[in-house]
């Protein structure tokens, strides 16, 4: 079953990383070779703003997400053994 990923892409979360972490999660994927495990779609707000930005994997939320913590983030889901 493949995973999902949406990240917001409403102004707030948009202008404050996600626009460059939307970038570095699709080449994560094409890396990892991930493209038959991983649904990414990006959203409109979620209403959270003032813990964005905002990503989620499958239904659980992520806040504060940032160019910065998203490969260690992708890297604990998905690297598992």
């Known amino acids: 079953m493949r995973k999902e990923i949406e990240i917001c892409l409403g102004s707030s ?9 939307v970038h570095l999660i699709k080449d994560y994927i094409k ?4 493209e038959d495990k991983i649904y990414f779609h990006g959203n409109h ?6 813990n964005g930005p ?3 994997i499958d239904s659980k939320e992520y806040q504060n997400v940032s160019p910065d913590n998203i490969i260690f983030l992708l890297d604990s889901i998905f690297m598992k053994d």
């Open 54 to 56: 905002i990503l989620k």
């Open 13 to 21: 979360c948009f202008s404050r990383g996600n626009k460059k972490t």
């Open 31 to 34: 890396n990892h070779q991930l």
């Open 45 to 50: 707000c979620y209403g959270n703003c003032e």
